[in-house]
């Protein structure tokens, strides 16, 4: 027996940075340049696999006027940042069932230098999306399958999209814990769940997981351990409400000697710092409370972007508990 | 099979609260009555088992005009805020190994409002931590045994310490992950060998992380999961450097109907938020390289009390690595 296994490393296990585009939720992604830049720049010093950019969600339902670029990622401003991306760092964008043009949107893969699309539904959703998968995969990108807000999808439910998903061409089927609600427990069977339906067609398992209990981590670790070999993580954790996995933790902890911790440290110093002075996110406690109830954040973000509310605990639980 | 045990609980599982002990090493237990008497009335209003009110340490090594009453601890000053203490909340107090006058300054228990002797040790001073576990029992008290920072003990010296406990009359055996520096797998392997040890004599097994890889909740729960019934929590995770376990997430994870979490909530609003403006405490980066490097958060806690080094991480990170 093995008795010290995570000192050592799994070469397989990729890491994805979804800063841009998962921190862009809270600011309709008006990132300046310079940053989406840095982080470019800092993902590739640090030997991470991908970069997820940003969404291509529509124009029709996110008007250019009121959303920054990288919620529609149109070829000509990733290239403003990425040029022709001579790097090891593969890049990938997120598109939505329901939100997004991806007929049009989604170019040939030899006209874009996106390498990845990542396709996100609700499992309702599940139809739409393997149009998607398919759609991205006959234009010669690498695709995986997010099943968002599994946490509150009926089992039946969850079953019957794998199944679907399984035969689609998604090279990866994510565990996605939109709520931050999951325990380490559940993480270890839905990991196990998904490994089993993609099994036969040779898929990866992924995690994404939210920071809303403090746990963003350590449920990333415990799909790593259970045999998640695609993992993501932001910058300081930077996401939608609670956030993401933090960067910094998930390579001070994996083992493979081609991540480098130190252009992770000085990018959070440089822009994460700044940053954290201009938007907000973390595990507060109102979203301890929404992951605790496994309900959308939505309340949560309106509560703390409320300066007369955001300190309310007791108001915002007793409104919670009245609600549910 | 049972398929989801976490929606259930353990009566026999415990909960203490240790913000006014862990907490008073960030400002010397310099906390005003009023916060020690609302920490107090939280815990007795949501159901929590033990408070720990602070430290029995010598008034010769931490002097009384240098610290604050919560580092000694004496019985009129306990009682100023607890009164007789009549209720279903026990109170305890630390005694370190080293650094206490346990012999004079612990009390016969009928003399003394506190139920419960914490015996806080590093492993080669398990000796003295054996007579002083067998005073406190000796003079009435429940007593546990704490090893500190067992992550940088050797495995030989663990055995040898746990097989001096396991004849002790110390009830309980705690787990404690002092730099906050253990992997949930590492977690599971020292519960399971505190319970081997403990057994024959009928001991319980205890958990007291640290947060400095936001895994301080995690693993408390990886710990509950594999048999600890003993659990260690702190407001909003107040505590030193990184921090504790926040006994708001604790609290919200159990099921055991005895415990309310509004009251958290209530003192987290009304004391700890205003706390948080006073002095700092949770899962910055430099507590995050000193985990990642099992190292003592006293450098990082430096770092980040100096507002000229606080932003500096990459600087602290190359000061580690070339000291280490």
């Known amino acids: 027996m093995s008795t010290a296994p995570w000192i050592t490393y799994r070469p397989e296990l990729k890491v994805l940075d979804c800063t841009v585009r998962d921190g862009g939720l809270i600011n309709d992604h008006a990132f300046e340049d310079g940053f989406v830049k840095a982080v470019y720049d800092a993902c590739v010093a640090a030997g991470i696999d991908y970069m ?36 090891n760092l593969k890049l990938t964008a997120m598109a939505d069932a329901g939100k997004s043009d991806w007929r049009t949107d989604i170019l040939p893969k030899d006209k874009s230098v996106l390498d990845c699309i990542r396709v996100a539904f609700y499992v ?6 393997a149009d998607m998968i398919k759609d991205a ?3 010669g ?27 689609s061409p998604a090279s990866t089927l994510v565990v996605v814990d939109s709520f931050g609600s999951l325990y380490a427990e559940q993480i270890e069977r839905l ?39 695609r ?42 710092i700044p940053m954290s002075q201009v938007i907000e996110w973390g595990p507060f406690p109102q979203y301890h409370m929404t992951g605790q109830y496994n309900t959308h954040p939505r309340e949560a973000m ?21 609600d549910v």
């Not at 309106?302 to 508990?321: M, P, W």
């Open 137 to 139: 995969a006959d234009k």
């Open 231 to 272: 993992a993501d993580a932001s910058l300081a954790g930077l996401g939608r409400g609670a956030g993401n996995c933090p960067m910094e933790l998930l390579i001070g902890f994996l083992r493979n000697p081609k991540f480098s911790i130190r252009p992770i440290y000085q990018v959070l110093q440089d822009e994460m």
């Open 52 to 87: 997820e950019i940003g969404y291509k969600n529509s124009k029709q339902l996110f008007a250019k006027d009121r959303f920054g670029a990288w919620r529609h990622c149109d070829e000509d401003d990733i290239r403003r940042i990425v040029g022709e991306n001579d790097t």
């Open 124 to 129: 309702h959703q599940v139809s739409e999306a």
């Open 141 to 167: 990108y690498e695709v995986t399958a997010n099943l968002m807000a599994v946490s509150t999808a009926q089992q039946a439910e969850v079953d019957q999209a794998l199944e679907v998903l399984a035969s």
């Open 302 to 322: 309106a509560a703390r972007a409320d300066e007369s509310r955001r300190d309310a605990y007791v108001d915002f639980y007793d409104k919670l508990i009245s």
């Open 191 to 229: 990991v196990k769940k998904y490994q089993d339906y993609g099994r036969a067609t040779g898929k990866e398992v992924g995690i994404h997981a939210h920071n809303n209990q403090q746990l963003a981590f350590a449920n990333t670790i415990e799909a790593i351990i259970h045999g998640a070999n």
